[in-house]
């Protein structure tokens, strides 16, 4: 047992475990979810406005007309992530269509709503082949905002993403507020190359020894965890953890400078057993002057042995010292 645990009972109904963060917002969307009917039919553009605001991911299919197969298929969708989303439905209805700029030529279009991102997210279903995959890989992907509050309900769906996790723990939500304050612009920068999550420590007391995180006193704490290779790297607790030394330690991983951490304090995976995490030859040379054009070398540093031009490296800008700043 873990506490608290939450519940909604209803009447003739099986009662239904809260799984999400220990939040009011977060708990107040969820029994306002479970009164609504779950996809809800929109027919007007106030009920409209309000819809795509009232959760902080909310789905809604525009249909030109009905279409069996695509409204079964995510009626059935609705029903499985109803805990979590909020779903609805427009169909036939050309204002509210026209309101949103649907073509009516298109098979349908599904629309995710995310208030807190301030963004949205399209699924034209015309090039939907297999149904029900699609859509669903689209609701598990399109729902992950720029930085998740972790929860027993996503933590299994983020793993599956295969995708870099980034943990950032704090005690409090306010202190997570400032995290998410102090990191929005990074993890919106990145959102397609990893995953930033804001963890409840008390929601998941196991999880920062988990992350090598051994002193569960000291916050804010963070992590990263490749879960493809199976690598963990803490973020070193005796050090302070601001941005700009967030982002240089990110980039010491990516050029294999740190190595990963293993649990019981054996052999350490990956990374270059020469170096100290944090510190040793990060294998870049910089060339020439401040304000001319500068060469930039390679030699080691997990980027491969000899000299040579930099790679273009997919996701990732290199700023040189002395024109702006190191950055991730």
Known sequence: ???????????????????????????NNFLYRST???PTPLTQVDDLAKFKTSDETVFILFLSQPQEFVTSVYEDLAQKYKN?????????????????????????VLVV???????????????VNSGVDEIEKFIKESSRLTITDLSPWNHPRLLELQKPLVYLFAPTPSARDNLRSQYLRFAKDYHH????????????PDLMPQLGLLDTTRFPAGA??????????????????????????????????????????????GGDSGKKEGGGDSGIRIQGKVGTKRKVTV?????GKGKGKIPTIPGVRINIPGVRRDEL
């Open 1 to 27: 047992m873990t506490f608290p645990s939450i519940f909604l009972l209803q009447a003739n109904k099986p009662p239904v475990k809260y799984l999400g963060p220990l939040l009011s917002k977060s708990l």
């Open 224 to 269: 990263v965890r490749l879960v493809a290779e199976d690598k963990i790297y803490p973020y070193p607790q005796t050090e302070e953890m601001t941005l700009g030394k967030v982002q240089g330690w990110g980039m010491r991983i990516w050029q294999g400078g740190v190595e990963a951490w293993v649990p019981g304090g054996g052999e350490k995976k």
């Open 36 to 38: 609504r009917l779950q």
């Open 113 to 127: 709503y995310k208030p807190l991102d301030g963004e949205t997210e399209k699924l034209d279903l015309t090039t």
């Open 299 to 303: 030699g080691g540093g997990g980027w």
């Open 193 to 204: 190359q990893f995953v930033s999550i804001l963890v409840d420590p008390h929601l998941f």
């Open 84 to 108: 979590e989303f909020t779903f609805g439905t427009v169909v036939g209805v050309d204002e509210l269509l026209e309101k949103e700029r649907v073509n009516l030529e298109l098979k349908g």
